[in-house]
């Protein structure tokens, strides 16, 4: 008759210690959640070198042969409209910067649809991990990439005759902009891999946007040299308020076309719309990638 009682006993007991095991594994913090994270991809970068490159080429490519293919006709619209002695070298590399973000965030996508399929993403679905901090840790790493990136392209800028009219604090300033404008291209990258778990679907998608995004924005030339239609829509697209915060920055003024305003002061009248703008589209888009993730289940990842 006591057996059952002793049994129930132990199996109480190995219960109780399971149990208490178990919230031991799942107190981690959010901001180590976010480390683990952090440091995945980065390793992640790291051992697979080719996609730092490949992002990084195509926004130089650009830089290169812009300026030098288009340089004296599009110093001349620039100048035309009012801007004085700019050189097309000092206009682009805002957009350039920019470029850069755009091209590099849409890896984000990719590393998760990896992730998926290498069954890695099912694993991380069950951990104890905050999902918000698997969202923020993975958008670290990539972020800390992108600086890196625009760093590079500001230096080979002022090489080939940019001139940041604000210096050191004016090109800081520039990489912070890039940060800010990351975000929700990390965030609608990341929302395609969750919704499509397909490689090509992700990288279609993201490219669906970027370029045409670029091309219809005050990036490449000034909208008063565009046609009416162009500035119509470079009024709704987010790149025109990323390159345009960036421009100010190089430029040392306002620079914004796309808005009037003027509650401000010179350069203040870019940033602070751009900057409110670029904040309200991390936040909703990066919202939708952290719910998505949080509602994500491991029958999903399969």
């Given at each position: 008759?006591?057996?059952?009682?002793?049994?129930?006993?132990?199996?109480?007991?190995?219960?109780?210690?399971?149990?208490?095991?178990?919230?031991?594994?799942?107190?981690?913090?959010?901001?180590?959640?976010?480390?683990?994270?952090?440091?995945?991809?980065?390793?992640?970068?790291?051992?697979?070198?080719?996609?730092?490159?490949?992002?990084?080429?195509?926004?130089?490519?650009?830089?290169?042969?812009?300026?030098?293919v288009f340089?004296?006709?599009?110093?001349?619209?620039?100048?035309?409209?009012?801007?004085?002695?700019?050189?097309?070298?000092?206009?682009?590399?805002?957009?350039?910067?920019?470029?850069?973000?755009?091209?590099?965030?849409?890896?984000?996508?990719?590393?998760?649809?990896?992730?998926?399929?290498?069954?890695?993403?099912?694993?991380?679905?069950?951990?104890?991990?905050?999902?918000?901090?698997?969202?923020?840790?993975?958008?670290a790493a990539?972020?800390?990439?992108?600086?890196?990136?625009?760093?590079?392209?500001?230096?080979?800028?002022?090489?080939?005759?940019?001139?940041?009219?604000?210096?050191?604090?004016?090109?800081?300033?520039?990489?912070?902009?890039?940060?800010?404008?990351?975000?929700?291209?990390?965030?609608?990258?990341?929302?395609?891999?969750?919704?499509?778990?397909?490689?090509?679907?992700?990288?279609?998608?993201?490219?669906?946007?970027?370029?045409?995004?670029?091309?219809?924005?005050?990036?490449?030339?000034?909208?008063?040299?565009?046609?009416?239609?162009?500035?119509?829509?470079?009024?709704f697209n987010?790149?025109?308020?990323?390159?345009?915060?960036?421009?100010?920055?190089?430029?040392?003024?306002?620079?914004?076309?796309?808005?009037?305003?003027?509650?401000?002061?010179?350069?203040?009248?870019?940033?602070?719309?751009?900057?409110?703008?670029?904040?309200?589209?991390?936040?909703?888009?990066?919202?939708?990638?952290?719910?998505?993730?949080?509602?994500?289940?491991?029958?999903?990842?399969?």
């Amino acid at each position: 008759m006591s057996t059952p009682i002793e049994t129930g006993e132990t199996t109480g007991t190995a219960g109780s210690e399971r149990t208490t095991r178990e919230i031991r594994r799942s107190s981690n913090s959010f901001l180590g959640d976010v480390w683990v994270n952090f440091k995945r991809w980065n390793i992640k970068a790291v051992r697979n070198p080719f996609v730092l490159v490949t992002s990084l080429i195509q926004p130089i490519i650009f830089l290169i042969l812009f300026t030098q293919v288009f340089g004296a006709v599009a110093t001349n619209a620039i100048n035309a409209g009012g801007g004085g002695s700019i050189t097309y070298e000092t206009f682009l590399v805002p957009a350039i910067a920019i470029q850069v973000a755009l091209a590099s965030a849409v890896t984000s996508g990719i590393g998760l649809v990896n992730d998926i399929e290498e069954d890695v993403f099912e694993k991380i679905l069950v951990m104890p991990m905050n999902r918000a901090a698997v969202f923020a840790g993975k958008s670290a790493a990539e972020i800390l990439r992108i600086v890196v990136q625009i760093a590079i392209i500001l230096g080979l800028g002022v090489l080939l005759g940019a001139e940041i009219a604000t210096g050191l604090a004016g090109a800081i300033g520039i990489m912070a902009i890039g940060l800010l404008f990351s975000v929700w291209f990390l965030a609608y990258s990341n929302i395609l891999a969750v919704l499509t778990k397909d490689q090509e679907s992700t990288i279609i998608g993201a490219n669906i946007l970027q370029f045409p995004l670029l091309f219809l924005s005050s990036a490449f030339l000034p909208l008063s040299s565009l046609p009416n239609w162009i500035q119509i829509v470079a009024v709704f697209n987010p790149v025109t308020y990323g390159v345009d915060a960036a421009r100010a920055l190089v430029l040392g003024r306002d620079v914004m076309t796309v808005l009037d305003i003027t509650a401000f002061s010179g350069i203040w009248n870019t940033l602070v719309p751009a900057i409110a703008i670029l904040a309200v589209l991390d936040i909703v888009l990066g919202g939708v990638a952290v719910f998505l993730l949080t509602r994500a289940t491991s029958s999903d990842a399969k």
